[in-house]
Each structure stands twice: as C-alpha cells, then as structure tokens.
C-alpha cells in the first residue's frame, strides 16, 4: 500500500464532417505524442515544461505543436506573459487526448493484470477522517479476499484529489467537490458526515476548567489546514457567525504530523477531525499526548463524498474497492 469533461466540439474542426470523416485527424498524421503534448501544455502551461515531459527538446515540441495546428487547420494555443494557454479548440483537443491516453493506460493495466495474475492495482484519494475511519477497514477487507490487490493511496485536501481526479491520476476519490469546479464532472455519492473537535496537549491549562468557549480558545496560538480549507473555513464560520474575533497567532501547514508536534510541545490549539482525535491519543508514543478539549460548540464538517469521473468507468479491482467502502459507510451510519 503506497500512501502517497464535456463533448469535444469545435466550431470549424468537426472530426466527424465531411472535411476529416471518422479517422480523418488519424489519416491528417495526428499521433500518439501529439496528444500526450496537448495535455502536457494544458498541464503546464508551459512549451518547454511539456517537452521535459515528453523527453524532447523545445523547439521540438514547438515543432509539434505546429503539426498539430496544420493537422487540425486551427490555433490551438496562443502566448501569453508566463508561457502558453489553449484556446477553445485546444482545450477541447486536451480534453479528447486526455481520455484517449487514458483509456490506452487502462488498457495496458488490465493486460498487465491478466498476465501478471494479479488482482489489479487501485489508485484512490482521501481527506485524512474518512481515509482512517472508511479506507483503513475496506483495505482489510480487500486484502484478506483479494491478496494480490495493490492499492495506492494519497491523503490530500478535497481541493487537490478533485483535480487529480479529473487528470485521471485516480479511480475515485472520497472528499468534496470544489466550489470552483464544475460539478458536472462528477459522479457523487454522499456517505458521511465529518465531525471535528479542538486538540491540546496533555495538561494544557483549558483542560483544568469546564468546557471551553470560542472566547476561551480565541487568545491561544492555532495550528491550522491552510487558507482555504474546508476544515479552517469551518472554524472561521463558527467565530464568524458568534462575533467572536478570529485568532490571530496561527501557523498553516497541511501535516498532520507537524499538527501533533506542535500542539504537544506548546499550549497551541488545532482543529481535526474526531476520527483522527481518538487515532492519536491511542497511540503509545507521544502522540498520546494528545487530548481532545471539551468545547461548548459543535463543528460539524460538509459531508463527505465517494466521487469518480463522470463518463469514467471504474476497472474491476477499483470497483470492488468502492463498493467495499461503500458497505461500510452504510454499516457505520447503521
């Protein structure tokens, strides 16, 4: 275990009109690494970025692109001050690419898969509380009936899997959806409910006294996700909505393990999930210094999600996967 989309239509270039037919890009000469460039440029924004990625130079890749504006009979990107941004019609070549490159992947994996015996890997993305409480079960599951599974595992903010979603670098994620993606990229299925609470340590003075206010905590120092976050927006909405001043002594980092050192060698606060609370302060080693702060208000999380691509189907091993989760996110509500 390693821990770690709409139709393409162009105005003038329709690949199935009278002027290409149904393979006419393929018979114009578009190949293989014309595709991998369209979607290294999207990627990157950057000519010579997608030739490192494809291993060539740059006037080589420059070359490349004027290929595939000759094959296509259109600009497919324009130059701006910090490099390269796809027009219309690139964009919508970078979106057909990328689903054919994928499918090739696949393609490859499940041959591999075949001749290997193996069960298949699955590359799959979490926010920390579900990837404890739903993920860690699920793999136990899959491994004792399915050994030869490999399963890949990323722990991120929602803000990241989402994309890496979409550049299909996973099978399924469990989080939430962007505000600033369209949501129409994606199959939701709600499973839970994300309950957070305020982590000290051990002997911390707020734990000599009764439940704790926003005004009890608001003068600590706060180790916090970084701006932006689901969990740190969740908090700042509760201080908000009490007219209660935000804290200003705050540190952002997206480790949880600095999270831990930081609250245990100072009398710092830090919001968490309640799944990772009781993880840590089972633990025997200094993370069981770790004590949840009774407070007097609640904080409860958007609820959480298992999300694939929209028009993606999942491979075999992957979807057992989902459904294993699945099982258990219901068992759990149960």
Known sequence: MTIISEPFSMDHVDIHSDN??????????LKLNHLRMIVA?????????????LNI?????????????????????????????????GAALARRARKILLELREASREIGELKSGKGGAVFIGAVTAPAMSLVVPAINKVRKAYPGIEINIQVETSNVLARELL??????????????????????????IERACLI????????????????DVRDYDWVFQPPGTLLRRTI?????SRGVPLPENIVNTSSLLLTCAIVCETDAIAPVAIDVAHFLASQGAKASDVRMLPIDFDINVKPYSLITARERALPPSARL????????????AG
């Open 20 to 29: 290409f037919g149904d393979d006419g890009l393929l018979r114009a000469g």
């Open 321 to 332: 996967l989902y459904d294993i989760i699945l099982e258990e996110s219901r068992k759990q």
């Open 41 to 53: 440029i999207e990627d990157s924004g950057q000519i010579s970025a997608a030739a490192e990625v």
């Open 57 to 89: 130079s740059q006037p080589a890749a420059s070359r490349m692109l004027s290929e595939m504006e000759s094959i296509t009979k259109t600009q497919l990107y324009e130059r701006v001050a910090r490099g390269v941004v796809l027009t219309t019609f």
């Open 200 to 215: 000290v340590r051990k002997g911390h003075p707020l734990l000599k006294q009764k439940p704790s206010s926003l005004a």
């Open 167 to 192: 550049a299909a670098r996973h099978d399924f994620i469990i989080g939430r959806i962007p505000d600033d993606l369209n949501p129409r990229l994606f199959e939701v299925a709600e499973i839970g």
């Open 236 to 240: 700042e909405d509760i201080f908000l």
